[in-house]
């Protein structure tokens, strides 16, 4: 260890060495300056003292502050401190004569130099430890995309072999090898692999690398690369340093169009007047004494631009066309040949008398480190016990990257179904769409493109942890846009001018054209999409093998997939909703998803999420609300079953728009019973309180509660009501007695409620009791009840906003053909007990119901008679209004309760 720390710092040991020996030889001299400088200060005096104390604390205070900022010395610093220290020492403790003050102490005011040592050392030890530390405790979120340096590479054999061939050889004029590779495939690797294996064997070769791209401009390039020539070559040759110098400045003075020339000619252009070819037989006669091999490593040429290829590489080729000198070139020649143009195809074959052509990297090595990549990225348990919820999601993560390709499927365990993209799509209606079977070779095909897309892949942490990805359409979608950027532009930015439209039929159970091309639930990948695709990627200059590959991909992703599949996966990049999810990477616009309705549902907040999505546009709010009612409905057996989560899960689907749930009551009937079987001592009470606290005047689950009711009342008339036309709930697990309690309840706390009338009259119509004669629906008898006091206590707003009024009907026919009568509504809240429950006992019985529907509307007619409107702000219009109808009651109890003719209507004034 001693001596590697000699051999990286041997010009600071040399230099130390010799300023002690200058020191000891120098000793007298020092010493009478130092005398001599003494008797200038007066160490006895206050002023000194103060002053030095002074400078002791600002110099002591800088240090400190250096520290406190982690400030990083140099070497020349560190040798500064080590040669002060050194000095210090042999004139504090040799006999030189010298006497240091203060005389009769101890310590003398020079020994401050030993304080400011140890603070150095203290400083510099730290910043080792803390070095060491982070170095030993940093993980790179990224991969670095370094060449390998450590053990055998894919082309292994080809290095051995070119280090068999060029071990001794000194050839006559320079020797130039190419390495050909396209980028990515390792020609960097291959460099430095023949770097580190051919020194092992070969010390005497003298080589060193020349990064050609790092330069800019003709004279810069030259300028460096004889620099390093020159810094490689004078270990060995005092006077080559000399010659290469001036034959570099002789070259630097050509005009640009004479370099073109030297280029073109070669050394026969060069020029008495400028020393070009003395210069050049110098170095060339140095080269030769100096007998060894010399090898010139240039990587990256495939990085220069086409004048850099032309001009720049072609004169240090042709400028130091020595002996014993052997280029090694990395390239891309296609890529070279590309840039310069067909007429200068063979310009390379010019160049380079030897080119090898690297081997294709080994695809099963790339998958393994693709698959240990993603372990290291996202890592998962080791055993079962493990029960962390984001080692779970990653180890399902490592199984899609795992089987994706492979054509089998995961189950078990990880409730992995279908995990692979093979045999999902629905044979029955997919076209022929690809026979490519993909691998993960036509999306990463190099070492480098592994490194870059595990850097991007790892980005989408955040979004994996998530239940809002089909892992598998997920994986599949970053392959090919990592593969094909542009893709996003072409085809994903305007989806749907290539990708049909479509809507899922649950009759057929297949995909049908929507109504509206761009509302459709799903994007669909047809016989006509494939078409529009070719046409779109052959005109951006894609090549047949491509198309393919961005084809066979959409097939998977887009292809229309059986009910099975989409009934299990509900987030596939398929589905309209989620597909922008994927394509603008977990950050689209208003995005309602999975991850936010648990986050917002277990946070107590679904409700204010519920009212953001109430303010979305209608195509996407519908969508927003089914995809939260699919969420709720798949957690609805997980939720802890307590009388707290069942709450929240009722006060949850009250608030949804009731055309998002209006298909779903026998879905929600089943999560009743659930919590109702697994929730101690749940009843149809903590169903009402629900309710009630939902704040919502008339929901989904008010409207299904209903229901319930109508379908028990249906039930009963199975002389006009057969099971086709009526929904059976059996399995609800409060009885018909209780729900109707629920309703009841809920209906006195929303008549207390300022919510407007039209809502006190829309909730008491869900009091359903029974149906009698032929489809009349009699409300519950308490309901009229509570619903007479409330127009009793606000007759005058009943009758201001027409409820008291008579109707016209059929409505919209011509007038001539009209009837008019007082709305039935109001002969039930009118009702007497008695008649009610005759109704009830003799459903059917016509005469019952006459006489129930014409004592109702008596009792109205004899209150309706008792009510005057004193109120003179109301205005005499209203006065008049009141007058009217109570001469219209008048004549159609008269006419025994039968709607009026219109001559009858129009002969009341």
Not at 514 to 527: A, K, L, V
Not at 545 to 554: F, G, M, T, V
Not at 871 to 900: Q, T, Y
Request: charged letters at 25%; one cysteine or more; hydrophobic letters at 40%.
């Amino acid at each position: 260890m001693l001596n590697d720390w000699i051999e990286n710092c041997r010009k600071y040991v040399l230099r130390y060495l010799l300023i002690i020996a200058i020191l000891f030889v120098s000793k007298n001299i020092i010493q009478k300056l130092l005398i001599g400088l003494g008797k200038l200060f007066n160490f006895e005096s206050t002023e000194f003292k103060i002053g030095y104390i002074i400078l002791i604390i600002l110099g002591f205070s800088s240090y400190l502050f250096l520290i406190d900022k982690k400030f990083i010395v140099s070497k020349k610093g560190h040798f500064l401190a080590i040669a002060l220290f050194s000095s210090y020492l042999i004139f504090r403790f040799f006999d030189n004569g010298v006497i240091y003050l203060p005389e009769p102490t101890l310590l003398k005011y020079i020994d401050v130099v030993v304080l400011f040592f140890l603070l150095h050392c203290i400083h510099w030890s730290n910043i080792k430890l803390l070095s060491s530390i982070t170095n030993s405790n940093s993980k790179d979120f990224f991969i670095n995309d370094a060449v390998f340096v450590d053990g055998e590479i894919d082309n292994e054999l080809i290095v051995q072999k070119l280090i068999t061939s060029i071990k001794g050889y000194k050839p006559k004029n320079s020797f130039s090898i190419g390495i050909n590779a396209e980028w990515g495939f390792g020609k960097s690797t291959f460099l430095h692999r023949f770097d580190q294996e051919f020194r092992k064997t070969n010390s005497e070769t003298i080589m060193f690398w020349f990064h050609i791209w790092k330069n800019k401009g003709d004279k810069a390039i030259i300028d460096n690369f004889f620099k390093e020539f020159a810094t490689n070559l004078k270990p060995h040759s005092a006077e080559i340093e000399d010659n290469i110098e001036k034959y570099t400045d002789a070259i630097l003075s050509v005009s640009p169009g004479e370099i073109s020339n030297l280029i073109r000619a070669g050394k026969d252009i060069f020029r008495e007047d400028h020393s070009l070819e003395g210069y050049y037989q110098k170095i060339q006669e140095a080269i030769k004494r100096i007998n060894r091999q010399i090898i010139i490593i240039l990587d990256d040429l495939d990085r220069l631009e086409n004048n850099e290829i032309l001009d720049t590489y072609k004169i240090i080729r042709t400028l130091s066309d020595f002996d014993n000198v052997i280029f090694l070139a990395g390239y891309d020649r296609n890529y070279l040949e590309k840039t310069l143009g067909d007429s200068k195809e063979n310009y390379i074959n010019k160049i380079f008398q030897v080119e090898i052509d690297l081997l294709p990297f080994d695809e099963s090595q790339i998958n393994e480190m693709l698959l240990d990549g993603i372990k290291k990225a996202f890592p998962h348990r080791i055993n079962q016990e493990d029960k962390q919820e984001e080692h779970i999601r990653n180890e399902k993560l490592f199984l899609v990257f795992n089987s994706l390709f492979a054509g089998k499927a995961f189950q078990a365990s990880l409730d992995l179904s279908n995990i692979s993209l093979d045999n999902l799509l629905n044979e029955e209606t997919q076209f022929s769409c690809s026979d490519l079977k993909l691998d993960y070779k036509y999306f990463i095909r190099t070492y480098r493109d592994l490194k870059r897309f595990l850097n991007e892949f790892k980005f989408s942490k955040t979004l994996i942890n998530t239940n809002d990805i089909y892992l598998p359409d997920y994986v599949l979608f970053r392959l090919l846009t990592f593969r094909y950027k542009n893709l996003h532009h072409l085809v994903f930015e305007k989806i749907s001018n290539i990708i049909d439209n479509k809507d899922y039929d649950v009759v057929n159970e297949k995909m049908t054209d929507s109504w509206n091309e761009t509302d459709g639930s799903h994007y669909i990948y047809t016989e006509s999409s494939k078409e529009k695709l070719f046409d779109t990627l052959k005109a951006n200059n894609y090549n047949l093998k491509d198309i393919e590959i961005i084809n066979a991909s959409l097939c998977i992703l887009f292809g229309e997939k059986s009910k099975a599949f989409y009934e299990t996966n509900q987030y596939t990049i398929s589905k309209s909703y989620y597909t922008n999810f994927y394509l603008r990477n977990g950050i689209p616009n208003d995005a309602y998803t999975v991850s936010k309705f648990k986050e917002s549902f277990y946070a107590g907040n679904i409700v204010d999420l519920i009212n953001k999505m109430k303010g979305l546009s209608q195509n996407v709010r519908l969508q927003a609300f089914n995809e939260l009612k699919l969420y709720l409905f798949s957690i609805a057996n997980s939720v802890e079953n307590n009388k707290a989560d069942f709450s929240k899960f009722i006060i949850a689907l009250n608030h949804f728009e009731f055309i998002s749930l209006v298909n779903d009551f026998k879905e929600v009937e089943k999560i009743i019973q659930n919590f109702s079987e697994k929730t101690p001592n749940l009843t149809h009470t903590d169903l009402k309180d629900a309710l009630i606290n939902s704040n919502i005047i008339i929901g989904p689950l008010d409207r299904f509660l209903a229901d319930v009711i109508i379908n028990a009342a249906r039930k009963e008339r199975d002389d006009i009501y057969t099971k086709e036309n009526s929904i059976e709930y059996a399995n609800f697990p409060f009885n018909v007695t209780d729900t109707k309690n629920i309703l009841l309840e809920k209906f006195e706390n929303v008549l207390k409620q300022n919510v407007g009338y039209n809502i006190h009259f829309s909730y008491y119509t869900l009091q359903v009791d029974f149906i009698a004669v032929d489809f009349q629906i009699i409300l519950a008898f308490k309901a009229d009840k509570l619903f007479k006091k409330h127009i009793q206590r606000n007759f005058l707003h009943f009758l201001w906003v027409g409820y008291l009024d008579f109707k016209a009907e059929p409505e919209g026919f011509p007038q001539e053909h009209q009837t008019y009568k007082p709305n039935d509504f109001l002969c039930q809240i009118f009702c007497n007990i008695t008649d009610w429950k005759a109704l009830k006992a003799h459903k059917k019985n016509k005469d019952i119901y006459k006489q129930f529907r014409e004592n109702g509307f008596k009792n109205y007619n004899e209150y309706l008679m008792t009510e005057e409107i004193e109120n003179i702000i109301v205005g005499e219009d209203h006065k008049s209004k009141l007058e009217r109808i109570k001469k219209l009651m008048k004549v159609f109890i008269a006419n025994d309760c039968k709607p009026l003719n219109r001559k009858q209507f129009a002969e009341v004034k």
